[in-house]
């Protein structure tokens, strides 16, 4: 099968099996694991933050961080797509008490006037604002990457209003891959980063929150109170510990493939509006006799698997397990379509 589904259909290759099997492991709740010591260590220089916090998921990395930035009654400002928002389970109530102020923005991602606009004034009528989100790049804006004039408007808007500011960096490294930006400079504009490593990175699983040595301290209390306090994973963080030496570059192959499958769609009657591909994920509009689950389903028997993810609309994915002959194979599938 050819899996467009998601880039966390991946599997571990000879190499991070290899770093897996050879893993100093410890205890972590004890802060005793090398290896997850090491990549905390790796991923906040790498990003220029002070401490760091390995978790589970990136959605268990986004909760602790929220719960962290607010206190129960508090509002959280984040784009009508984003996936704190949508997709984690309604973690930001059932975790911290908080509701959201959901702004519909541009392709998931919203500007500092739209922020501006959605501060509550100090009222006792109103919940207290007290943190922004941004999502780089945007899962359901088609992998797009934010402008980082746009991201410093916000954190000035953040700064003046006394509000923090979090950034949902689960596909984070495709956006730098992509516009070529530092990480430092991240580490310099958000107050928390949480960067998955189970998308395009390749691992299994994993999640690395970044911040300041006490939002970390705080944010290791959380994170227990989870239930996601670790053993010996270090044999999962040596996977984290590879991806950053060997899989970072090669995002940009995911890239081009998703350019090349985008360009075959676009030749086709049935391909409606597509969000523009600037990263690994492409979204668009099925029309005329097609649907999306007639297309899913003609795509399946040709053992190719994509998405649904409207009544309109069909995602893909590309990702490390995805070659340049399956993606060769793909495009002609397309090509034969009617």
Request: proline fraction near 4%.
């Amino acid at each position: 099968m050819i899996d467009f589904r998601s880039d966390t259909f991946t599997r571990p290759g000879p190499g991070m099996l290899q770093a897996m099997l050879q893993a100093e492991t410890g205890d972590d709740v004890f802060g005793e694991d090398p290896s997850i010591n090491k990549l905390e260590a790796m991923m906040a220089a790498y990003f220029g933050k002070e401490a760091a916090l390995y978790c589970p998921s990136g959605t268990m990395s986004n909760q602790v961080a929220i719960k962290v930035h607010t206190i129960p009654g508090d509002e959280v400002v984040c784009s009508n797509l984003a996936h704190v928002y949508i997709y984690e389970g309604g973690g930001i109530a059932f975790n911290s008490g908080a509701q959201v102020h959901a702004i519909h923005g541009d392709r998931g991602m919203i500007n500092a006037a739209q922020v501006t606009a959605a501060i509550n004034p100090d009222d006792v009528h109103k919940a207290r604002t007290s943190l922004v989100c941004l999502e780089n790049t945007s899962n359901r804006g088609g992998g797009c990457c934010y402008n980082w004039d746009e991201i410093l408007l916000i954190q000035a808007v953040c700064r003046e209003h006394g509000l923090a500011l979090h950034l949902d960096g689960a596909r984070l490294f495709n956006a730098l891959v992509a516009t070529g930006q530092d990480p430092k400079t991240y580490g310099q504009v958000f107050d928390s980063i949480s960067v998955c490593l189970n998308k395009g990175m390749g691992c299994p699983m994993g999640s690395v929150l970044m911040g300041s040595k006490s939002f970390i301290k705080s944010a290791r209390g959380i994170r227990k109170k989870f239930g996601g306090g670790l053993r010996q994973a270090g044999y999962m963080a040596a996977t984290g510990i590879y991806a950053m030496e060997n899989n970072i570059q090669r995002l940009e192959e995911d890239h081009l493939h998703a350019k090349q499958i985008a360009q075959a769609l676009l030749e086709k009657s049935f391909t409606g509006h597509m969000l523009p591909v600037e990263t690994n994920i492409l979204i668009f509009e099925v029309t005329g006799n097609w649907t999306p689950k007639l297309l899913t389903d003609y795509l399946k028997k040709e053992d190719i698997l994509v998405t649904a993810i409207s009544p309109t609309q069909v995602r893909m994915v590309t990702h490390l397990d995805i070659t340049p002959e399956m993606v060769e194979k793909t495009c002609e599938v397309i090509a034969a379509m009617g």
